[in-house]
């Protein structure tokens, strides 16, 4: 792999754990684990896949599925739930003068946990949100912040970027007690992972792909709560708490359909996972995948493994955008209208397409390309192109 390789080898609230299970296969099978009930899955590995100097950190996680007692498929989720940064909690702890220790309510029902695990493992105390701020205007009694919830745009600018310790610093409290977060904060919720792995050529393991996010606002450096953690926090011999997810508008064809996929970033996991699965079973169905980052020398993500499967025909076609390259920025829809002809004639041959990574942008501008090639191509109307991906999306050979 062109990558460099970095283990973690950074200490981790996360105590080191050798799994061992006396549970058999049968009594897995038995056991589905949910959010409410998740497997503690032994981390593997935990590497770097970016090279030396790049603008990214993505981590490539592998964990032991030992008598989960269920099978995945390419598609499908890996469900991870996360826990607050420890270095958050105590800022937040600091802010608002609590006792860590002190017993507090959880929920409605009144279990407890102490104040320190409640914020770790219980609690999302890292993103505000409109409705929170109104809660906050009736508990903590600010007049000052009763009188700006009351203004939407403010509400808009105010909770982009900030969390709770930014909101108990600007707005501080002499009657908020702790015993009031239940009322005040919601449940931290789990993350979930397009798997990275193919089951049948992995049959005791799960992998995932995150990209770390850290970003600096109002002040503060900030990050991704469970990016972050798998990062900095989680190394090999680790367990963490997980589930698997079925995704039923992500499935993979296993006939002879042809396959496009655009999966730039970290959106080329489950493309991963399906060129495992094609190799393990034999298919011989044409692919082609589109794949974009910023350079190619270091962020490339499975380039040797690409670079085999394109040797052996595995895949079919690979095209490449690396924005930071060239003087012009290009990203994968600009390869998509450059091979416009050829994409047309995929998705006139029965291909199905698959769309995977930032929905926010690129899932925009690759839709509108894609619009674009029907048009040009096809001789579509902007009309009848869009009727057309709308009738791929029915009969599932468009995904995203």
């Known amino acids: 792999m062109n990558a460099n390789i970095e283990k973690l080898n950074s200490s981790s609230g996360i105590q080191q754990q050798t799994v061992t299970s006396t549970e058999t296969v049968a009594s897995a099978k038995e056991k589905r684990y ?88 219980h609690f999302e105390i890292t993103k505000l949100t409109k409705p929170l701020l ?7 009694g600010n007049t000052q912040l009763s009188e700006k919830v009351q203004d939407a745009d403010w509400v808009h600018t105010y909770i982009d970027g900030r969390d709770l310790v930014d909101l108990f610093t600007d707005f501080p409290s002499e009657t908020f007690k702790a015993e009031n977060l239940h009322q005040l904060l919601r449940k931290l919720p789990p993350r979930e992972y397009s798997i990275a792995s193919s089951y049948k050529a992995n049959p005791d393991e799960v992998h995932i792909t995150v990209g770390a996010v850290r970003y600096h606002a109002h002040g503060r450096d900030r990050s991704g709560v469970c990016s972050v ?51 393990e079973l034999g298919l011989e169905s044409k692919t082609w995948l589109f ?19 394109l040797k052996d025909d595995v895949l079919t076609k690979l095209d490449l955008a690396f924005s930071r390259d060239t003087d012009e920025k290009v990203y994968v829809q600009h390869r998509i209208a450059e091979h416009s002809a050829t994409f047309y004639e995929w998705l006139m041959n029965g291909a199905a397409l698959y769309v ?17 090639v029907l048009e040009q191509e096809g001789g579509m109307s902007e009309t009848e192109a869009e009727a057309y991906l709308t009738e791929m999306k029915k009969e599932k050979t468009l995904s995203t």
């Open 229 to 279: 953690q798998l990062a900095e926090r989680v190394q090999p011999g680790d367990t963490i708490p997980i589930y698997l997810k079925k995704n039923p508008n992500f499935k993979f064809p296993t006939d002879e359909t042809p396959v496009i996929m655009i999966g730039p970033g970290t959106g080329v996991a489950p493309f991963r996972a399906y060129m495992q699965e094609r190799e």
């Open 134 to 140: 109104q809660k906050a205007a009736d508990l903590i």
């Open 356 to 372: 995977c990574g930032d929905e926010k942008q690129m899932a925009k501008d690759v839709h509108q390309t894609i619009r674009y």
């Open 34 to 121: 949910s959010k409410a009930n998740p497997y503690r899955a032994e981390v593997l590995e935990n590497i770097n896949l970016n090279g030396r100097g790049s603008n990214k950190e993505v981590r490539h996680v592998e964990l032991l599925l030992d008598n989960y007692g269920e099978e995945y498929e390419p598609g499908d989720c890996l469900v991870v739930i996360p826990e607050n940064d420890p270095e958050i909690v105590t800022l937040l702890i600091d802010t608002l003068k609590f006792d860590e220790t002190e017993e507090i309510a959880i929920n409605e029902d009144g279990d407890t946990l102490p104040l320190r695990k409640a914020l770790t493992e």
């Open 291 to 309: 794949f974009g980052e910023q350079h190619f020398t270091t962020d490339f993500l499975y380039q040797t493994e690409w670079q085999e499967w």
